[in-house]
């Protein structure tokens, strides 16, 4: 599976959009991004994925560069309880195990 | 509804101990994970399963062992319990969908 880099950390004020950058400059063409969040101690919650074209859905938007070399997930109208670490991943659809690495801790301020 | 649930969520052993950590997720998923999270770390994977009777190493599995009797369970244990194994371990499934991991809560253990 391809790496990502992601910055280590990230503040937003609530109201407005969170843009949380990842790079992934490695990979395959049979790969998707994924992305999760974790909330303080709680177990990872899926948010989104995407192959090739912008997705979203209720909770978030992901625009995946026409290279697909690196991708952003935004948060449109961030709220307090978006404050989570932010993972980044790139796995093919079918691989099952997926490398975490340490994730953007966003930091939603009042 | 479907879950996936982790027991115990607290657990303290002591160093050479056998500890068995349960995983029991009723998605009906093929899929199924043992990562291990470190304080202010991201995740490590540990053991993985893709199916019954199917089981695999991940990036730190020394020192633990999975079996995959069922689509249900994945049971985790640690032969020998060492205080380098302390940390929160997250279980997770997920199927062939490619709609991502399903987590459980975490148990944390703490080897003294």
């Known amino acids: 599976d391809a790496k990502t880099t992601q910055p280590p950390s990230m503040d937003c004020a609530e109201g407005r959009a969170a843009n949380l950058p990842c790079n992934h400059s490695?990979?395959?063409?049979?790969?998707?991004v994924y992305w999760y969040r974790q909330i303080h101690s709680q177990g990872p919650q899926y948010i989104i994925h995407?192959?090739?074209n912008n997705e979203t859905n209720e909770m978030a938007s992901l625009i995946i560069t026409e290279d697909r070399k690196s991708s952003t997930l935004i948060l449109p109208h961030a709220t307090l309880r978006d404050t989570a670490v932010y993972y980044c991943?790139?796995?093919?659809?079918?691989?099952?195990?997926?490398?975490f690495g340490d994730g953007t801790t966003l930091t939603v301020k009042p | 509804d479907a879950e996936i649930t982790q027991s115990p969520r607290h657990k303290i052993t002591e160093t050479g101990r056998q500890v068995t950590l349960a995983c029991h997720q009723t998605?009906?998923?093929?899929?199924m994970f043992w990562y291990r999270q470190d304080l202010g770390h991201g995740l490590r994977l540990i053991h993985y399963?893709?199916?019954?009777?199917?089981?695999n190493k991940g990036e730190v599995s020394d020192g633990y062992s999975v079996s995959r009797s069922n689509t249900e369970d994945l049971p985790l244990t640690l032969e020998s319990a060492a205080s380098s194994q302390t940390s929160v371990y997250f279980c997770?499934?997920?199927?062939?969908?490619?709609?991502?991991?399903?987590f459980g809560s975490g148990t944390r253990l703490t080897v003294v």
């Open positions: 399963s893709y199916g019954v009777q199917d089981t």
């Open positions: 997770a499934s997920s199927d062939r969908t490619g709609y991502g991991y399903t």
């Open positions: 490695t990979i395959s063409g049979n790969e998707y």
């Open positions: 998605w009906n998923h093929n899929n």
């Open positions: 995407g192959l090739k």
């Open positions: 991943i790139v796995s093919r659809i079918n691989a099952g195990k997926s490398t």
